[in-house]
C-alpha cells in the first residue's frame, strides 16, 4: 500500500487559509500604525473591536507561534512553542512593532476588569472544570498531603537560595540602599516574589506605600525589581518541565499522568466521551459564572478597608473543592461544566500564553536576564524545589515526575497561565488543578510570612 502524505494542518487548518487569516490580521495592524500619531487613537477605536479584534490577534499569534515551536526537532520537546507565543509577543511590543494603541486595546481586552478580561476567562474556566474532573478520594489525599510537602520544599528552596545569594554577594538594585546581607536579600528580594502568590496578590502587594515608604523608591521601580525574578521563572518554569518530560516521561520514574503509585488513574476520563450538547455546555456555562460572582462578592466583603484581600482564583478554587468534596453539585451537572472547561483548554491554551506575553514587560525580563546572579538563584530556586520533591515523592510513594511538576515547579507563583504551559509541555493538563491549588495556597503562606517579617526587618 503506498505512503500516503498526511497534510499539514494548523489548528485544522489548511496552511493557505491560516495564511489569509494572518494576512488580514497584519493589513489591520498596518493600517493603524501607518497613521499620523494624532489620527491614530481614533482611528484605532473605529478598526479595533475590544474583544472581536484582540481575540483574533491573540488567536492567530498563539496558534500559529506554538505551530511554528512544535516543528522544531528536540526543541519541540522542551516547550519552544509556548516560549514563543510568550516572548515574541513582549518583544514585539518592546520594540513598537505593535504600537502602544493596539497594545492598550489588547491589555483592555485581555486583562481590565472593566473590560472583557479575557485571561480571567480562561482560568476560571480551565480551573473549575478541572477540579470537577477529578476523582473525589484522590483529591483529598493530594490536598492533605501535598500541601505540607509544598511548605517544606519552598523552606528548603529559600535556604539554598539565600546561600546562593551569600556565596555569589547579591546586592538589590542599586536603587535600594537597606540592606541586611546577601543572605537575607536573597530570600526577600529574590524568593519571596517567587513565591508569595504572583503578581496580583504577592508582588502589587509589596509594592504598597508603607514598602515605598521603607525603601525610599517610586512604587513603578519597586515593583519592577520584585517583578524581574518572577517574570523570568515564568519562562524557566515551562523550559525546566520541558527537561523534565524529556528525560523521564518513559522511565520508571513516570506514573504516565498517575500521581500516586500502584493507584489506578482517578482523574476522570469517561466525561470527554459523553456526547456534547451545546444546551449542556451553556447550563455548565451559567453556573460557572454563578460561582464566579459568588467568589467575587465573598472576596469583596472579607476584604479589610481594602488594604487586604486575596485573589478572587482564591475563592474559586476553595469552592470548586467544596463542591467536589461534598459532591454539592450532581455529577451530571458537573459533567456540564466540565465540557465548557475541555473546550476552552483545547482552543485557547496557546492565544492565553500569547496573553501572558502581551503582560510581560520585556524591559523587567531583560533586567533578570542580564542579571547573572538573579539568573543562577532563579535557576536554583526551581531546581531545588524540583530536586526536592522528587525525592519526597519516593519516600512517600508518589511518583517523582508528576510531584516534580507540581511539588517543585508549581510551588512558585509562576501564575495560572505559567501553570498551563507547564502541564500542556509535560502532557500533564489533567494534573492543572493541583498546579493551581498548591500555587495558590503556597503563596497564601508565604504572602502571610511576608507581609509580617518584610517591613519589620528592613525598617
Known amino acids: 500500500m503506498p505512503n500516503v502524505k498526511k497534510k499539514i494542518k494548523i489548528f485544522g487548518l489548511y496552511p493557505i487559509i491560516f495564511l489569509i487569516l494572518f494576512f488580514i490580521l497584519i493589513c489591520n495592524i498596518y493600517y493603524i500604525q501607518s497613521c499620523p500619531d494624532l489620527e491614530r487613537i481614533d482611528i484605532t477605536k473605529q478598526l479595533w473591536n475590544s474583544c472581536l479584534t484582540s481575540l483574533f490577534f491573540i488567536m492567530i499569534f498563539g496558534i500559529g507561534l506554538n505551530f511554528i515551536g512544535d516543528k522544531i526537532p528536540f526543541f519541540n520537546k522542551l516547550g519552544l512553542g509556548f516560549l514563543l507565543c510568550i516572548l515574541v509577543p513582549s518583544f514585539l511590543v518592546y520594540k513598537k512593532i505593535i504600537c502602544k494603541d493596539i497594545h492598550d486595546q489588547l491589555k483592555f481586552f485581555i486583562f481590565e476588569k472593566k473590560g472583557i478580561n479575557f485571561a480571567k476567562i480562561f482560568i476560571v474556566f480551565v480551573v473549575i472544570g478541572s477540579i470537577l474532573n477529578i476523582e473525589r478520594n484522590l483529591l483529598k489525599r493530594v490536598i492533605i498531603k501535598f500541601i505540607p510537602l509544598s511548605l517544606l520544599t519552598v523552606l528548603v528552596s529559600f535556604l539554598m537560595t539565600g546561600l546562593l545569594g551569600y556565596l555569589l554577594n547579591y546586592k538589590p538594585d542599586s536603587s535600594i540602599t537597606k540592606s541586611r546581607g546577601p543572605f537575607i536579600d536573597s530570600i526577600f528580594f529574590i524568593s519571596v516574589p517567587l513565591t508569595n502568590g504572583g503578581t496580583n496578590l504577592g508582588i502589587n502587594s509589596l509594592a504598597e506605600p508603607s514598602y515605598e515608604k521603607c525603601f525610599g523608591i517610586g512604587k513603578e521601580k519597586l515593583k519592577s525589581i520584585f517583578l524581574a525574578p518572577l517574570i523570568l521563572a515564568r519562562c524557566v518554569s515551562i523550559f525546566l518541565a520541558g527537561v523534565l518530560y524529556l528525560f523521564f516521561n518513559k522511565t520508571k520514574y513516570s506514573g504516565q499522568g498517575q500521581l500516586e503509585k500502584q493507584k489506578t488513574n482517578h482523574i476522570v476520563h469517561n466525561i470527554s466521551k459523553d456526547v456534547l450538547d451545546y444546551k449542556n455546555i451553556g447550563s455548565g456555562l451559567l453556573i460557572i459564572l454563578g460561582m464566579y460572582s459568588l467568589c467575587n462578592m465573598i472576596n469583596q466583603m472579607l476584604s479589610f478597608n481594602k488594604t487586604f484581600g486575596l485573589d478572587t482564583m482564591v475563592y474559586i478554587i476553595f469552592l470548586s473543592l467544596i463542591i467536589k468534596i461534598f459532591n454539592l453539585i450532581s455529577d451530571e451537572y458537573q459533567k456540564y461544566i466540565v465540557q465548557i472547561g475541555k473546550f476552552m483548554s483545547v482552543n485557547f491554551t496557546a492565544p492565553a ?62 501564575g495560572s497561565t505559567g501553570n498551563l504551559g507547564v502541564m500542556s509541555i509535560s502532557n500533564r493538563m489533567y494534573l492543572l488543578p493541583f498546579a493551581m491549588i498548591i500555587t495558590r495556597i503556597t503563596g497564601i503562606f508565604v504572602f502571610i510570612f511576608s507581609s509580617f517579617c518584610f517591613i519589620k526587618i528592613y525598617q
Open 353 to 414: 500564553l500569547v496573553a501572558l506575553g502581551l503582560d510581560t514587560d520585556f524591559n523587567i525580563l531583560l533586567l533578570g536576564i542580564t542579571n547573572y546572579r538573579i539568573i543562577c538563584m532563579v535557576f536554583v530556586s526551581l531546581m531545588i524545589a524540583i530536586t526536592v520533591s522528587f525525592y519526597l515523592a519516593l519516600l512517600l510513594n508518589f511518583n517523582p515526575l508528576e510531584s516534580s511538576l507540581i511539588l517543585g515547579i508549581s510551588s512558585h507563583s509562576i
